[in-house]
């Protein structure tokens, strides 16, 4: 998506509510993982709603900063581009394809497979999928790279966009490592050079002709 605004003012203001909308959902699960709570909260609704704060963001300030009421419109059109070479979509396909192979090395390499909830219990992958298409997919997206990407790339290479937003998407999950759902299992810093990764991915998708994005 192409959004030509001048000046930073919005994209500070999308940066600084998707942090304070997103981590004040998230700190339900922070208080409740360290027991300053004494009842019981379900988290996955909280989690659903604060993924999508980017996308919240990005139409408040769109709406109310920018005062562009077509770029709302032009932001949920870009859920409906879907006619586009099927390059892409392998270029979209490829984590999955990676993830695949790292399975299969890993079998290769200690002759058993990662030993994991959902490899325990395959019923979970589609609820998990799910929830990944909730969260990630169409919850996150719009907001990082339909509004903040076209506008960091006003400023700096493709590339250095890629990067920065990366760091930002990785800080901006850091309650979720003390929530108590599993994510302090896995190191933060591998978390950010998968999140620096796929950054610079989507960018990639995001920057072709026919803009998937």
């Excluded at 586009?84 to 399975?103: A, G, I, K, Q």
């Excluded at 998407?169 to 999140?195: C, D």
Aim: with cysteine.
């Amino acid at each position: 998506m192409k959004t030509k605004i001048d000046g930073d003012k919005p994209l500070v203001y999308f940066f600084i509510l998707s942090f304070i909308l997103a981590w004040l959902l998230m700190s339900i699960g922070v208080v409740q993982n360290y027991g300053l709570i004494r009842f019981y909260i379900p988290l996955e609704p909280f989690i659903i709603l604060g993924s999508w704060t980017p996308n919240i963001a990005a139409f408040l300030v769109m709406g109310l900063i920018v005062r562009r009421r077509e770029g709302i419109k032009h932001l949920i059109l870009g859920w409906a581009k879907w006619k586009v070479s099927p390059l892409w979509y392998l270029v979209t396909l490829s984590p999955v394809l990676l993830s695949v192979t790292t399975l299969g090395i890993y079998r290769v390499l200690y002759g058993v497979f990662p030993t994991t909830e959902v490899f325990a219990n395959p019923t979970l992958v589609l609820p998990l999928l799910l929830m990944l298409i909730l969260t990630g997919a169409t919850g996150e997206q719009l907001g990082w790279r339909g509004f903040a990407l076209p506008w960091l790339q006003t400023k700096m290479s493709a590339l250095l966009s890629s990067i920065v937003l990366g760091l930002i998407w990785s800080f901006w999950h850091i309650p979720l490592w003390f929530a108590g759902i599993g994510h302090e299992s896995f190191p933060f810093w591998a978390y950010t050079i998968i999140g620096i990764s796929f950054s610079i991915l989507v960018t990639w998708a995001c920057t072709i002709p026919e803009a998937v994005c």
